[in-house]
């Protein structure tokens, strides 16, 4: 009988950073099939060891919550799916971690009768590296897009290079949510929703700030607040190299400026002008009709995300801004976003309904007779042997997905030795990205 059945799931999440372990508990959480009422569900967390791995500061901002999470690398990741047994695993990693999990657990579960449903997707808006991130992506039981526009392009690609495209799945973004925005507040609140990469060089970071703060003073009945994803020294999905925190220190900056990090849904409950270069906060935003830009002062290129938002009704400038310009979105490019901005996501229905697909595909997968076929991923040693197993050797597994001769703790789980080391690497990893590099990068400029 399968588990939907019992009202019992066993639902395991691996991700490699703050936002893609919120993506994925809230995506499993979302996927539970109608039959389980969710009194029965365990979900364990498990958190991919590198550059991103989140603090527990981040871990507790994200505010989502499982049985039990720990920090596991790959091996020790396919050891313990080896020696556990779960109904649903959601891989919320980036593609090349996606696609060495989905060779190393195709080895790990060789022979087995009864192997969970596999889901993966991507965290948010999906702008750059389509192909490549989808053909890494391949071989899951549920590929997830989050729009009607995404499924479109992802069902595109599988069947263009003639693979099986029935994985693609439509659903919407796990964590929009909040009420309605129903009006302004006191004080009226603009919110710059920061991102790690985007842009990345120190003069066009610093032009943005500089707007931001001009705003402040030029609108001082205002409160300008900066979110930011995370605080020195720690690392989110994207590298971040300048800090806006480093940018401002020591500028003289309005009473009405702050910055401010948390959660960004309660950071939304008291915005009412959402400016942004490309972030998924912009269809958070746009779902509780809260006024949103996605601002062009950097030129509207695929570089900077921005592309994406094009007919959207929302691309503007910081002088049209400083004017009191309040963009008015198109209706059916938010419709194609799966956004429900005007109540409804892509397809009718509710924004709940946009799982209805995803729920029904696992309920029909758990209850298979006879069990699921292999994973089965596009690449192959024989479609992309120049390729493939470079992307599996950084997990420390060879072309078959068998982990390597002295792979990190292929053979026992990490000592407390082991996990001090591991933790002051990783700390020193990130002060190098941040302190070093753009110190390198600027003797290199002289």
Same mark, same amino acid.
């Given at each position: 009988?399968?588990?939907? !059945? ?67 690398? !790959? ?62 992506? +391949?071989? !899951? ?121 948390? +959660? ?17 906060? !912009?269809?958070?935003?746009? +779902? ?19 592309? +994406? ?138």
């Amino acid at each position: 009988m399968p588990a939907s !059945a019992t009202k019992s799931l066993r639902v395991a999440v691996l991700a490699d950073s703050d936002t893609r372990w919120k993506w994925g508990a809230l995506t499993a959480k979302r996927l539970i099939p109608n039959e389980t009422d969710g009194s029965g569900v365990r979900l364990d967390g498990y958190l991919l060891r590198g550059r991103a791995t989140p603090t527990a500061r981040q871990l507790q901002e994200v505010g989502v919550h499982a049985d039990s999470l720990r920090e596991v690398t !790959a091996v020790e990741f396919l050891r313990e799916m080896d020696q556990q047994e779960y109904d649903i695993l959601v891989l919320s990693l980036v593609g090349g971690g996606t696609q060495a999990m989905l060779h190393g657990l195709r080895s790990t579960w060789a022979g087995r009768e009864k192997r969970p449903v596999v889901v993966t997707g991507y965290v948010g808006v999906v702008y750059e590296k389509l192909a490549d991130g989808l053909l890494l992506r +391949h071989g !899951a039981d549920l590929v997830l897009a989050n729009s009607r526009q995404d499924a479109e392009r992802f069902r595109a690609v599988y069947d263009g290079v003639g693979v099986d495209s029935s994985s693609v799945t439509e659903v919407a973004l796990p964590f929009l949510g909040g009420a309605p925005y129903e009006g302004e507040h006191d004080p009226y609140t603009v919110v710059f929703a920061a991102q790690p990469s985007v842009p990345d060089s120190r003069k066009d970071r610093t032009y943005l700030l500089n707007r931001l703060i001009e705003h402040a003073r030029r609108h001082p009945e205002r409160e300008v607040l900066l979110k930011l994803r995370s605080k020195p020294g720690e690392h989110t999905t994207h590298i971040e190299e300048l800090p806006y925190q480093k940018l401002v220190q020591g500028r003289d900056v309005p009473a009405n400026f702050r910055l401010v990090y948390g +959660h960004m849904g309660e950071v939304l409950d008291r915005t009412d002008l959402l400016v942004t270069m490309s972030s998924t906060a !912009a269809l958070e935003s746009l +779902h509780r009709r809260i006024p949103t830009v996605v601002l062009t002062d950097l030129g509207i290129r695929e570089a900077l995300g921005n592309h +994406h938002f094009v007919g959207s009704g929302c691309l503007a400038s910081w002088d049209q801004l400083d004017a009191g310009h309040r963009p008015v979105p198109d209706a059916e490019w938010v419709s194609r976003q799966g956004v429900a901005a005007g109540g409804t996501p892509a397809g009718g229905g509710t924004y709940e309904q946009a799982f209805d697909a995803g729920r029904e595909r696992i309920a029909k997968l758990l209850a298979r007779p006879g069990g699921l076929p292999p994973l089965n991923p596009y690449y192959t040693p024989e479609t992309a042997s120049g390729y493939l197993p470079g992307i599996l050797a950084r997990h420390h597994l060879g072309p078959d997905g068998v982990p390597l001769p002295g792979a990190p703790a292929a053979d026992k789980a990490p000592g407390p030795v082991r996990q001090i080391v591991r933790r002051a690497a990783r700390g020193a990893y990130r002060h190098g990205v941040q302190r070093v590099a753009p110190v390198i990068r600027r003797m290199g400029e002289l």
